[in-house]
């Protein structure tokens, strides 16, 4: 970069030397022009001047040959002021001398600035000599000729030793340093607008994390888990490890899980209750069938006491009928009995397989979630390897876009001008925000046109040759023919 400043540098430099000589040679132009202007300004009145005096003088011999010998006298007094009007002659080509002078010091002055002018140009050439042979010096030193890169560099510090060069290098180093100067206070400035840009976006930014923060952090006291580190998640998308989002990471599952286990506990305590409940409400019900059986049993043993009493003759007789009859019933009894159990026990299984699904339920849908939860995971792991391939394929193109720029680069170095700028348009085509294409194309632009002034000085050059050989040849021209009139 400090190869391509120098370079810059020494074309602006030169760029301005070729600005100062055209506008010499113009002013050089005009000089001569009006050299020419007064000088044939100048002869044209000294040639009327001489045709005046000669015509006065033709005159004035006529008059004395034609008049009488007495008015001689006021001829001669006549003559007098003619010969006092020369003074007024006298003042222009005073004023045209002193305007003489001034061309003539203007020519000596722009012939310094020229001398000037070619002493900068002269130490242009050496500093991009220096230059040439310094780099080649750090070239061959790295090729490991060292010898060559000796004479390298101290061709470059003998170039260096000309009385001329040590003052445009105390110039160029003043330059330079102003330059840097300028250099630093803009970096710092930018620096500055960067360090307030980055603040308010960190402050925008903690300001939205903290709304999302806010939320998870209401909803997770409400124990609403999921929802919680939804909210949680957004606030580290939008600051990373904002606050105790991390905690609350490792927390979250870990409550989810207990608020799961403590609401199970919950269903299988209220299961239990309601299964002793109504084991004690059908032990109750036995017990009353049995308190009502027994009841009934007393009463009617005391009819038949009753019975007995009144009747023994009846009993006697029918005793073994109702002795049978009372076995028949204690069976049937019996039997309804065994029934009753027999139906309670069914009963009993069947709430068993009611719970037996339910726990099977409920094991299902932790099943459930548990493969959600997989899920989600794996969806998660999926995300982290696409951004890891696309920083992969990041990398792959900034590489691509450094290559482009390093052929471009090179093809500057070689002087193609024409296909650096093809080559650092395609590395702007890949990258449109390249930090240092633009001006690699900028300064291509500057080498082209200062070829084409280069060649358009060349050209302009011969055209006044020629226009300053036209001219001598017009002078030559007119000076023969004022000689001929004058003779």
């Known amino acids: 970069m400090a190869e391509d400043n120098q370079r810059g540098r020494a074309s602006t430099y030169r760029f301005e030397i070729l600005t100062r000589r055209s506008k010499m040679r113009r002013m050089r132009l005009v000089t001569y022009s009006v050299f020419i202007v007064a000088g044939v300004f100048f002869l044209s009145n000294g040639v009327l001047y001489a045709q005046e005096n000669q015509t006065a003088v033709t005159q004035e011999k006529e008059e004395i040959k034609n008049e009488p010998q007495p ?29 003489l002078e001034q061309a003539q010091e203007n020519v000596k002055k722009i012939d310094e600035e020229i001398k000037q002018a070619e002493i900068r140009k002269r130490n242009e050439e050496r500093e991009t000599k220096v230059i040439e042979h310094f780099e080649k010096g750090n070239q061959l030193y790295q ?35 102003e330059e840097e100067l300028t250099r630093k206070k803009e970096e710092e400035e930018r620096q500055r607008r960067l360090e307030v840009e980055q603040k308010e976006k960190e402050r ?40 105790k989002t991390d905690y609350y990471f490792k927390r979250i599952p870990e409550d989810i899980q207990k608020e799961k286990e403590r609401l199970e506990l919950e269903r299988q305590r209220a299961l239990q209750e309601q299964r002793k409940a109504e084991e004690k409400r ?8 049995q308190e009502e059986q027994q009841r009934e049993a007393l009463e009617k043993q005391k009819q038949l006491a009753e019975q007995k009493a009144k009747r023994e003759q009846e009993l006697k007789v029918r005793q073994e009928d109702l002795a049978k009859k009372r076995e028949e019933e204690l069976i049937r009894k019996k039997q309804e009995h065994e029934q009753r159990q027999e139906q309670a026990y069914l009963e009993k299984e069947r709430k068993k397989q009611e719970l037996l699904k339910k726990q099977e339920e409920l094991f299902r849908q932790k099943a459930e979630k548990e493969r959600q939860r997989q899920e989600e995971f794996s969806r998660k792991e999926a995300e982290r390897r696409a951004r890891e391939a696309k920083l ?27 296909e650096a700028i093809a080559a ?31 060649q ?4 302009k050059k011969e ?25």
């Open 71 to 99: 008015a001689q006298e006021e001829k001669i007094s006549q003559e007098a002021p003619r010969f006092q009007e020369k003074p007024a002659i006298k003042g222009y080509t005073y004023n045209l001398k002193r305007l």
């Open 143 to 177: 090729e490991g000729k060292l010898k060559e890169a000796k004479i390298e560099w101290q061709k470059a510090l003998e170039i260096s030793q000309d009385p001329e060069i040590r003052d445009y290098i105390k110039e160029s180093e003043k330059r330079a340093r």
């Open 204 to 243: 925008q930014l903690n300001e939205q994390a903290k709304v999302f923060y806010e939320e998870a952090l209401s909803l997770y006291n409400s124990k609403n888990y999921e929802q919680a580190q939804v909210k949680f998640e957004q606030a580290a998308q939008v600051v990373p490890n904002y606050a």
């Open 282 to 289: 059908k032990q109750e019900e036995l017990k009353k069938q």
């Open 392 to 418: 992969s394929e990041e990398k792959i193109f900034r590489k691509k876009v450094a290559n482009s720029f390093s052929n471009a680069k090179s093809l500057y170095g070689t002087g193609k001008y024409k």
């Open 424 to 454: 650092f348009n395609e590395v702007l085509q890949l990258d449109p925000n390249h930090p240092k294409a633009k001006d690699y194309i900028q300064h291509c632009q500057n080498k082209m046109e200062k070829i084409r002034l280069e």
């Open 456 to 459: 358009e000085r060349k050209q």
């Open 463 to 487: 055209d006044e040759r020629l226009e300053k050989e036209r001219r001598k040849k017009l002078e030559a021209e007119a000076k023969e023919k004022e000689r001929l009139e004058t003779k």
